[in-house]
């Protein structure tokens, strides 16, 4: 089973930053896209940022600018840092791998991030 490990969440100012980052096995890393996802309570989930395993990006219009996806495929980890962050940023953030056309196949576990105002 592969497992995909999100880490980095917590509790920041508005204005503030964080980096989160996602560990998972070497036989996803070297050939998928992966990506960073969000839910907010009462909202949909989103696709926060993606990126190829040659390292081409794609950004949600909410978060350019502001959000930035790198990946380290000989450390098996990626990563979303997150700079002027706003309150409408907090969610689950869920790391994922594999898209197979309509959704992505591997997922993390989550881990929360919270902008307080």
């Known amino acids: 089973q592969v497992q995909l490990v999100e880490s980095g969440g917590g509790l920041v100012q508005a204005g503030g930053s964080l980096r989160l980052s996602c560990a998972g096995p070497?036989?996803?890393?070297?050939?998928?896209?992966m990506g960073w996802n969000r839910q907010a309570p009462g909202k949909q989930r989103e696709l926060v940022a993606s990126i190829t395993p040659g390292g081409s990006a794609n950004y949600a219009d909410s978060v350019k600018g502001r959000f930035t996806i790198s990946r380290d495929n000989a450390k098996n980890t990626m990563y979303l840092h997150m700079n002027s962050l706003k309150p409408e940023d907090t969610a689950v953030y869920y790391c994922?791998?594999?898209?197979?056309?309509?959704?992505?196949?591997?997922w993390g576990q989550g881990t929360q991030v919270t902008v307080s105002s």
């Open positions: 994922t791998a594999d898209w197979r056309g309509t959704n992505w196949y591997y």
């Open positions: 070497g036989s996803i890393f070297s050939i998928n896209a």
